[in-house]
């Protein structure tokens, strides 16, 4: 059965008119909404306004190419499903594909049962990667893969002090982590001072809005 995406939407980035109509006339039908565009540029500006849950995108176009395109999305998203439409001439660009964290590739002709074979392999990854993630809040998780903060899913790169303060209050969540079990995670057997904890607590709450870290004098920090 051919896995529906009612609920997602996708963008399809290719110059060939016929091929970008055939691909979104095989997929309005399975996603919400089908976003298309014809060249990198165009796909560059349509994921920025659009914000898609999945990208299906060609390597070889005019004004910009696939692998720019991915490259500027991997910036700032390195979670969204990016899949490269690829004919056998096309095979030396993949190597310059891997460090760009690719869903998948599928080669030319596309064919239903290859949008089918893709869309289980996405579905699987997605359930795989719902294990690396905890959310925080609405529209707010943290990525232990990417070590990342991603808030209405815009990346929030963290410092390596920030990582640790962050996973271990996602690890006791909801009870008071002493000042001295932080201080020891961040800096081990390190002298600091109290206020150089108090830095790193608040440079984590002024880049991420909404992050409920509370303060219990004297005692530590909770993430509610």
């Excluded at 796909?43 to 920025?48: A, E």
Aim: aromatic share 8%; net charge neutral; glycine share 4%.
């Amino acid at each position: 059965m051919y896995i529906r995406n009612s609920d997602k939407t996708i963008l399809i980035v290719e110059d060939d008119i016929e091929s970008n109509d055939n691909l979104s006339y095989l997929l309005e039908s399975k996603f919400a909404k089908v976003f298309s565009a014809y060249d990198g540029m165009e796909g560059w500006k349509m994921y920025q306004e659009r914000n898609p849950d999945i990208i299906l995108t060609d390597i070889e176009m005019p004004k910009m190419d696939g692998l720019e395109l991915i490259r500027r999305i991997r910036t700032n998203n390195t979670n969204i499903p990016i899949v490269i439409l690829s004919s056998y001439s096309h095979q030396h660009y993949l190597l310059n594909a891997i460090p760009l964290k690719l869903e998948e590739y599928l080669l030319k002709p596309i064919t239903m049962n290859k949008l089918n074979t893709l869309f289980q392999i996405l579905e699987q990854n997605t359930k795989d990667k719902i294990l690396k993630n905890i959310d925080i809040c609405e529209n707010m998780y943290y990525d232990f893969q990417s070590k990342a903060i991603f808030q209405n899913r815009e990346m929030l790169r963290l410092s390596h002090l920030e990582i640790s303060l962050m996973e271990l209050l996602l690890k006791y969540r909801g009870k008071i982590v002493s000042y001295e079990e932080i201080e020891y995670t961040l800096y081990g057997s390190q002298e600091i001072s109290r206020n150089a904890l108090k830095i790193v607590v608040s440079n984590l709450r002024k880049k991420v809005v909404g992050l409920n870290i509370q303060s219990t004098p004297k005692l530590g920090y909770r993430l509610s």
